[in-house]
Every structure is written in C-alpha cells, then in structure tokens.
C-alpha cells in the first residue's frame, strides 16, 4: 500500500522554508527521500532508518517519527534549485520488503 | 550522468512489435529494479533483481519479461504491448535489496515508451 503525500504542490519564494509530509498506513522500516526534475531521473537524497532519526542533505532536512509511521522533509531557506516533485519511498517492518512511492509532491521556486 | 545507463531513451513501437530495454549500472551494486512511471501515478515497482536472481513480480503481465544476465546488467524485453503502456520505463539500482544495508536507489534517466 503507498505512503500518502502531502501537500500534492507548492508553490516558494526563495529563501522560503516548506515541509512535505509523508504518512503510511502499515508499520515502516525505512523511508526513502528522493527529487526528480523534469526530464530527469529521481536522485536519491537521504534514507531514515530509525524511529525518530532526523538526516539533512545540503539545507533539506528530514525526520522520521516511527511510532506515527510518518515522515516529514523540511526544505530550509529554499533555493531555486530546489524545484521538481519530491516523492517518499517507504520499506515494510519486514526486511527485504519493496520500496512502495508515495504520489510526489511537486515544489517550484520563484526568484 | 548518475552511473546507471538506459537504452534507448525514447522507444515508439506498435503493439504487435518486440523490443528490448536495456540498462547499465557501473556502481557495482547488486540489487536492479524495473519501474513504471505513468503520468499522475506513484511510481509502480515491476520487477526486483537481488544478486541476479528474480526476487519480486510485481504482479506484472507476462508481455514484460525481465532477463538479468549478471549484476550490472538488466533488460526488460516488451511484447504485443497494449497503448495503456507507454509510459517512462525506469532502472534502478542500490547496493543490496532491502534492510539497514540495502542503501538508497540510484535511477537512470528512463526510457520513453510510447505503444500506438
């Protein structure tokens, strides 16, 4: 079963901050992070693997509360860089079990 | 260039055509994944390889047939595909399928495959 995502879309200022969440239904393992650009291919941003880990990449950020199956990114002093859709992957308690994305969340920077 | 090589990149066949995907990773990972990824739709898992045997189907009709020779290498051969299939076809690969181990994905920039 997918994780959910939200919000679907954002719009930032730069120099903004915004959070994207992401919600399971089932327990997790791990939660995956990752961007994809138009026309690109996902890149691979961070992997939390333990309730209530937070890792950083660069100013994005992220945080994985276990016990609510839920993880959130946090874009800090967004840059234009930052532009694309943001899509979460989560692993079952299970190990081994599939990497199942969430629907993506779409972010676009303005100057 | 992320280390992961798909060919070709844009594919338009006919559905009563065979063709062959194929990628490349120079990572030396051991675990490659099939996804589909449809507009507006999560990407979907297809096929899992883990030290190049078959260890996930996804549920993936038999006109997709995976064939991973070794670990650096993955094609997916595509047969009497229907229109609902076209899509952006992408590989991945990470360093081991799954647990603390298992590692981030790296993708390839996807096939475009477009069925008429």
């Known amino acids: 079963q997918q994780p959910v995502q939200s919000p679907q879309a954002v719009i930032l200022r730069e120099g903004e901050d915004a959070v994207i969440n992401c919600s399971s239904s089932?327990?997790?393992?791990?939660v995956h992070w990752y961007r994809q650009k138009h026309g690109e291919a996902p890149v691979f941003l961070m992997i939390l693997l333990k309730g209530g880990e937070q890792k950083g990449h660069e100013k994005i950020s992220a945080s994985f509360n276990e016990k609510k199956q839920q993880s959130s990114l946090y874009l800090t002093a967004s840059q234009l860089s930052y532009s694309g859709t943001y899509f979460c992957g989560t692993e079952g308690r299970a190990a081994g079990n599939k990497l199942t994305f969430g629907g993506g969340t779409r972010v676009l920077v303005k100057p | 260039e992320t280390g992961v090589t798909q060919t070709p990149r844009h594919l338009v066949m006919g559905m009563t055509n065979k063709k062959s995907l194929k990628c490349e990773q120079h990572?030396?990972?051991?675990?490659m994944y099939w996804y589909k990824q449809s507009a507006k739709k999560p990407l979907e898992l297809m096929f899992v390889?883990?030290?190049?045997?078959?260890?996930e189907n996804n549920s993936v009709p038999s006109r997709f047939s995976p064939e991973c020779p070794n670990s650096s290498h993955l094609f997916l051969h595509l047969h009497t595909l229907q229109p609902e299939d076209s899509a952006l076809y992408l590989c991945a690969s990470s360093p081991s399928w799954g647990g603390p181990e298992g590692g981030g994905y790296t993708f390839g920039s996807g096939t475009r495959l477009t069925v008429v």
């Open positions: 990572l030396g990972h051991n675990a």
């Open positions: 089932k327990a997790l393992y791990s």
């Open positions: 390889y883990n030290f190049k045997e078959q260890t």
